[in-house]
């Protein structure tokens, strides 16, 4: 059977709860991803900021700021101040069945991956996706 760990992206990139916005939305971009696990100097899981939370705590563009004050703006707030703490996490022994129907069944866009407190991986939609790609290329290699 196959286990969260068998799937899971580790190392993950991850901020510090008194990581700023605008670390939040660079890291985003750079890295093309849409969570970012939150971690204590130890590694100690305790959030989450997703690309919708950075949204909602942007100021709209129809105030017509410019990026500079926008940057400046998000460089002065910390992380927890937007972050998820009420977040669900899974384990890497959890089989991926189980992985699969928390995501599809609330909704989630992300699992992150905890061992003994610490943020070990993170599973999302996206590695379950290209999970189901590489499944039905095989099955159509077998015809």
Avoid: W
């Avoid at 196959?2 to 916005?21: A, G, I, Q, T, Y």
């Avoid at 590694?43 to 105030?63: M, Q």
């Avoid at 599973?123 to 499944?135: P, S």
């Amino acid at each position: 059977m196959l286990k969260v760990k068998d799937l899971m992206s580790s190392p993950v990139f991850s901020l510090r709860e008194n990581d700023s916005l605008h670390s939040a939305r660079e890291l985003m971009d750079l890295q093309r991803i849409r969570h970012i696990p939150i971690v204590t100097v130890d590694n100690v899981f305790t959030g989450l900021v997703t690309h919708r939370d950075i949204l909602a705590a942007t100021i709209s563009k129809l105030a017509d700021l410019d990026p500079e004050t926008q940057k400046e703006i998000d460089s002065g707030i910390p992380i927890h101040e937007i972050m998820r703490a009420d977040i669900t996490s899974v384990a890497p022994e959890t089989s991926l069945r189980d992985a699969a129907r928390l995501l599809l069944n609330n909704k989630y866009g992300c699992l992150p991956v905890v061992e003994g407190g610490g943020l070990v991986g993170i599973v999302t939609e996206a590695d379950f996706l290209r999970l189901t790609i590489n499944l039905m290329d095989g099955l159509e290699q077998e015809r």
